[in-house]
């Protein structure tokens, strides 16, 4: 679990190789950049070019720009400068790109343009020394004429990228790592004397036809012949059309009367190929529909997808990349982005502040999730020339991924960045969302209505005191802890209907749309943030809420993946996987339950402290989100098991019961009654629904800590009788550690970093007669953090602004079980006699630490939440018995030696997995 600065090191060693092999070949991210809008003729110019720094802003004068100044540095495009992938430092604000590049002579005929996906911000463009054009924007594709081509024969491209910080661009979130420069893939194609500019496919899945419109730079001075083909093979369709001279728009229509529609289980895609002149573009196109309707036997709004409500279960996407940041290296990596929210059961992402490279949209397109498009923020006040920017933005990214189907909305604006006009009120300086900015910003959702009106838009992804003002959606944010979501989705629900003020600005009121939360979670939910936690708890906690109000149309978790600053994800930065443990808790479960269309719901409580042999009520919410005919009710098995006062694994009994089913049904149900143990210990009640053929529909689970008093005697699973002794972690009566010692609430648990010991004197019952003896305890590895060294970190904590954070430095942080471990190992001596050296592999956090959760106080910080450790049972040696015999006690040490210092934690029956101390078990005959 070591995600700190070592770990990040071997993150950019393993990447420096792969860029290695990059520069060995000569192409990266070789792919058509656009399989929506793609040419046959075009060569990709991706891979190393000759690059240099213009500090002084001199290159332009002393014309750099002719080819003949030598630069000093080679760079790997498209990756932008300053990221490890691009081989180059970031050392200025502007820099110069050269290569040479050979026109195919068989070219000859066509207009050959050169196209770059994205540049940031101000980019020029020459050809052997003859300026081709300048383009200012940072997230769009732009193209410019080759007109002095010597066709067969090499030529020098040079480009220029201006990427001073200025207030108005759309920086987004850059400070996760810049996207300077050249960041999407450069190319040259050929392209007819008169060609298509865009191609726009417009489904109507309710008049089962598709409308097709072409538009142009520059308006033919004659009529021009239009061949359209739709699929392959027997399926093909051919459509012949006349796009009139003096036009630079022509639409038409063609029927689909059986269409095979896109939809999340069939996200089906039917080619197309568009030749107009000598021009032959491809792309590609999905019959489907976005709209809101009821859910049924409600009048909540739901988004829905061919007129079928989707409840909404997304993922906030930064889309970064830790070496490669708003570029990444391959596309199996941007597929596999798609294929990792797709595998846990989300149906969509929102791709946060940024325009994405059109094969990631391409690739959900394919897989069929979901995507909300964000229109990237600017850092200072909305001024003309950021209002100009974001306006021409939003024309350029709507034209670009029109054809996308996976995209079923635009978002304007997010948390009202870079919205407020600083003035000064009574003397103090403030910040204001002024009604003028109000009424620009829904001039914009009107804007995009009409560039787009197949989809939906925000006006502003609300949080932070400022709401709506015209939008498709009422959406809003919240972090909270898991205990906060059940007040806060009540208010949510009560105050949201046609006509509220609430989450709208003064003058604007809701209309009837969607209500869903557009970011949530806990990484912002505590004192200072969470830092690197067990997400699982909170996670499990918000969604067992939101199950039980219907009326909030979806929700969308932060995030998908890890960033510098935010480690709440799904995956790590790396997008290597984090484990919950859920599997362990109930057989067979994952986080994809979390997500099931049929969720059977106990509540936001999760973990309840109960006493020996209570009767409980669980209540229960049946949440369905789906049409699926599975008659009238489910079976539902409810199995109790759990661990002992020592660790043991327990069932303690199981039954079965029917419950109703309906399709979309949302009801509280009949609740569970429930009798717990008759001992101390911590029981799981696991819920597993099935449908009438045996299948299993959804997986849930809910726990007790069943307070009894420690006992003195058990019984053992063996059968054999055993008098118990128990200390607690913090009674040690010594310790000694290299790097640090330290208790958790009071002792609750004990750590110490390094190598070391703890020791412990346990006295012996004067009564006790005893054949064998044994030592249990809950331990494992201690990583020591930033949080517990005893100096802070510095540095700079402005993580938007290009701050790198140690994700532990955070003081809620205890960084969730991943896949990389933190090994250590303990020798045990009792009585002065070596009884075993053990390994522990790791120091973990997640949700089998359930007593380290439920046990946190209610103080809106984290104390090592999640945490817990393995069952250390070591058998006492018959020399360690005897002196005990005689002494009266055992002496315990615990001891982690130099060879593997990975330190020690030690449990107690109030934290961790198990509900016991450190305990000596004494078997008589």
């Not at 459509?239 to 063609?254: A, D, I, L, M, N």
């Not at 560039?451 to 015209?470: Q, W, Y």
């Not at 055992?890 to 330190?903: A, H, I, K, N």
């Amino acid at each position: 679990m070591i995600y700190t600065v070592k770990r990040l090191g071997l993150i950019l060693l393993c990447f420096s190789l792969f860029n290695q092999s990059f520069s060995q070949e000569k192409i990266p991210l070789p792919e058509h950049p656009r399989p929506d809008f793609e040419r046959l003729e075009w060569q990709n110019l991706n891979g190393n070019w000759a690059f240099e720094f213009d500090k002084k802003d001199e290159g332009e004068k002393a014309q750099w720009f002719k080819g003949t100044k030598p630069f000093t540095k080679t760079i790997s495009v498209p990756f932008p400068w300053g990221s490890p992938l691009s081989g180059v430092k970031d050392e200025a604000d502007i820099a110069w790109y050269s290569k040479k590049i050979t026109v195919k002579p068989e070219w000859k005929g066509k207009r050959v343009f050169v196209t770059i996906g994205a540049s940031d911000w101000k980019t020029t463009v020459w050809l052997d020394g003859k300026e081709l054009g300048s383009h200012e924007g940072g997230y769009t594709p732009f193209s410019f004429e080759l007109t002095n081509i010597k066709y067969g024969s090499p030529q020098n491209l040079v480009i220029r990228v201006d990427d001073k910080r200025r207030e108005f661009t759309l920086y987004g979130k850059q400070g996760y790592g810049n996207a300077r420069g050249l960041w999407q893939t450069i190319y040259v194609e050929a392209r007819g004397q008169n060609f298509v500019d865009a191609l726009h496919f417009t489904p109507d899945i309710d008049k089962k036809q598709v409308k097709v419109t072409a538009y142009l730079p520059t308006s033919p001075v004659k009529d021009l012949d239009v061949e359209l083909t739709i699929g392959a093979g027997n399926q093909k369709v051919v459509v012949h059309e006349v796009f009139p001279k003096g036009k630079t728009e022509y639409s038409f229509v063609v029927p689909m009367p059986a269409a095979r529609l896109w939809t999340l289980e069939d996200p089906y895609l039917y080619d197309a190929s568009l030749k107009l002149g000598d021009d032959v573009v491809k792309s590609y196109f999905g019959m489907r529909k976005i709209s809101t309707v009821n859910l049924p036997n409600t009048n909540y709004k739901y988004i829905a997808l061919n007129d079928k409500p989707v409840y909404m279960q997304l993922a906030l996407d930064q889309s970064y990349h830790p070496t490669g940041f708003y570029t990444f290296p391959t596309d199996e990596f941007m597929k596999n982005e798609i294929l990792l929210a797709r595998n846990i059961g989300l149906n969509g992402i929102r791709t946060h502040i940024k325009v994405d490279v059109p094969r990631k949209l391409y690739w959900a397109d394919k897989l069929g999730v979901l995507v909300m498009s964000d229109l990237p923020n600017f850092w200072g006040e909305p001024d003309k020339n950021a209002q100009k920017e974001s306006e021409f933005t939003l024309r350029e990214m709507i034209k670009r991924d029109y054809n996308h189907p996976a995209i079923f909305s635009w978002i304007t604006f997010n948390e009202t960045w870079g919205l407020r006009t600083k003035q000064e009120i009574n003397g103090k300086k403030q910040n204001i969302y002024l009604p003028e900015t109000q009424k620009w910003v829904a001039s914009v959702y009107r804007l995009a209505k009409s560039l787009d009106a197949t989809r939906l838009v925000e006006d502003n992804s609300i949080c932070c005191g400022a709401g709506h003002t015209e939008t498709d959606i009422n959406s809003w944010h919240e972090y909270l802890p898991g205990s906060g979501w059940e007040k806060h989705l009540k208010t949510i629900d009560e105050n949201t209907y046609v006509g509220s003020q609430f989450h709208y600005e003064k003058g604007y009121l809701q209309t009837d749309v969607p209500n869903i939360n557009s970011e949530c979670g806990n990484v912002w939910g505590y004192e200072g943030s969470t830092g690197d936690v067990d997400w699982s708890w909170d996670y499990h906690r918000m969604i067992n809420t939101f199950r039980k109000y219907p009326k909030i149309a979806g929700w969308l978790y932060t995030e998908h993946h890890d960033v510098i600053n935010e480690w709440n994800g799904y995956y790590r930065f790396d997008r290597s996987e984090k484990e919950t443990g859920v599997g362990e808790l109930v057989d067979g479960m994952g986080i994809k339950d979390f997500h099931a269309d049929i969720y059977l719901s106990t509540g936001n409580e999760i973990s309840r402290s109960v006493k020996p042999k209570e009767e409980v009520t669980v209540p229960l919410y049946m949440s369905v989100m789906t049409d699926k005919n599975l008659g009238n009710s489910l079976n539902l098995k409810v199995s109790l098991y759990g661990y002992d006062a020592l660790g043991q694994k327990k069932t303690w009994g199981s039954f079965s019961k029917t419950v109703p089913y309906a399709p979309w049904l949302q009801k509280e149900i009949e609740s569970l009654k429930l009798t717990m143990p008759d001992e101390k210990s911590v029981v799981i009640a696991a819920l597993v629904l099935e449908d009438n053929a045996g299948n299993v529909v959804h997986r849930n689970f809910t726990t007790f800590i069943v307070e009894g008093s420690t006992p003195t005697e058990m019984t053992l699973l063996n059968g054999k009788k055993a008098k118990l002794v128990s200390i607690e972690p913090k009674n040690f009566s010594n310790a000694q550690w290299s790097k640090k010692q330290w208790n958790v609430l009071d002792g609750l648990k004990v750590n110490g970093a390094g190598s070391g010991f703890f020791e412990y004197k346990i006295k012996v019952p004067t009564d006790a007669k005893f054949e064998s003896a044994s030592f249990v305890a809950e331990v494992a590895s201690k990583q020591q953090f930033a949080k517990d060294m005893d100096k802070k970190l510095a540095g700079n904590e402005d993580y938007m602004l290009g701050a790198i954070a140690e994700p532990s430095q955070n003081k809620n942080a205890y960084p969730m079980t991943d896949t990389s471990r933190y090994p250590s190992a303990v020798s045990v001596s009792i009585n002065g006699v070596f009884a075993g050296r053990y390994d522990l592999s790791n120091d973990p956090a997640d949700h089998r630490g359930i007593l380290s959760w439920h046990n946190q106080p209610q103080d809106r910080k984290l104390y090592e939440a999640g945490s817990y450790g393995y069952r250390l049972g070591v058998n006492i040696p018959q020399k360690a018995l005897e002196v005990a015999r005689t002494t009266g006690e055992f002496v315990v040490r615990l001891e982690v030696d130099g060879s593997l210092p990975g330190g020690l934690a030690i449990y107690g029956d109030k934290f961790g997995r198990y509900p016991m101390n450190p305990t000596i078990l004494l078997v008589g005959n």
